[in-house]
């Protein structure tokens, strides 16, 4: 995974494939957010500095990012519970047995 830095001389390029983003890689990318902002305001006096209005931009586009990120994981985290749920009711109704399940799963099914 590749989350941009909030660095100095960052680049705004990233490269972020939702098909392997887990909730630990959002907390992970989160993270290191927090603790750049931590370290650029963590003196006794804070001074602004040139690029500090455009930093601020692309921290909160990132933050979005993340946000939507977390969204679209939680959406297709659901449908999946809720294909499961689907098998084991369809199961539970039909009145199949343990050994049924075990040669089955709901990944076998596609819709």
Known sequence: MNIMSIGENSSC??????????????????GEVIKQLQARIKGKRFRVQEGDLIKIQYTKTLIYALKSANEILKDIQLEEYDKRLRFIEEVYASGQNLQSLQTRSPTDEQG
């Open 13 to 30: 390029s990233t490269e972020i494939d939702l098909k392997y983003f887990s909730r630990e890689d959002l907390l992970r990318a989160n």
